[in-house]
């Protein structure tokens, strides 16, 4: 069974949804046969290269509740084991992990990109770590496995650009419209940060239609 996860680095939601989704993938008797891919897809496409704060660019669209918008997150993401930290979170462009990302599934496997997704997002929502700078991203990389001068001659090429904006095409052209959502076998979605309960649920009734 194949599960497309369509997320963007810089959504909250979609931490807690890996983890839920981690969590139903442990709980499912038939892991072994199931390979997680990440696809790009980015909330804010025009976010600048260079970061600002996080909780200034949110109040700036948002207003006055975008605090209360944190907060709740953060309860919520507590239950799930993740320390959101909003105020040294950064607003900035993600496109570069989202290369990055490209670059682990296909020179080192789904596994080593779900553990690269993993650490951005924690780069990114816990540490304060701006992830368009391409040392930081380097080693993020490096920690998830991946080799240092591999990584630090792709990040600065062309390499992986237009394949990664081939992926933010599709997703558009196939109707995601927001984040997190899990595309199982190429036609089944679940959209939203679902209880890990729902995510089980819908692994074993993707398998039974197998019949497997």
């Known amino acids: 069974m194949k599960v497309e996860i369509y997320s963007d680095i810089a959504c909250p939601w979609c931490f807690i949804g890996k983890r839920r989704f981690d969590q139903a993938l442990t709980a499912f008797a038939g892991a072994d046969d199931v390979e997680v891919v990440y696809r790009p897809f980015q909330l804010v496409p025009d976010a600048p290269m260079e970061p600002t704060p996080h909780r200034a660019w949110l109040q700036e669209r948002y207003g006055p509740q975008s605090r209360a918008m944190d907060d709740r997150v953060a309860a919520i993401g507590k239950d799930e084991g993740i320390d959101y930290d909003f105020d040294a979170a950064l607003h900035v462009n993600t496109v570069h992990g989202h290369r990055l990302l490209w670059l682990a599934e296909h020179e080192y496997g789904?596994?080593?990109?779900?553990d690269l997704k993993e650490r951005l997002l924690a780069a990114h929502f816990s540490e304060g770590v701006d992830v368009a700078d391409f040392a930081a991203l380097t080693e993020i990389a490096v920690a998830a496995g991946m080799d240092r001068a591999r990584v630090e001659?792709?990040?600065?090429?062309?390499?992986g650009r237009a394949e990664t904006a081939s992926e933010l095409e599709h997703?558009?052209?196939?109707?995601?419209?927001?984040v997190p959502t899990f595309v199982f076998e190429g036609k089944y979605a679940v959209q939203g940060a679902q209880e890990t309960e729902t995510f089980l649920q819908a692994l074993q009734q993707i398998q039974q239609m197998q019949g497997q």
């Open 110 to 114: 789904p596994e080593t990109q779900v």
């Open 153 to 159: 001659a792709f990040l600065p090429s062309d390499e």
């Open 171 to 178: 997703a558009r052209a196939i109707g995601v419209s927001s």
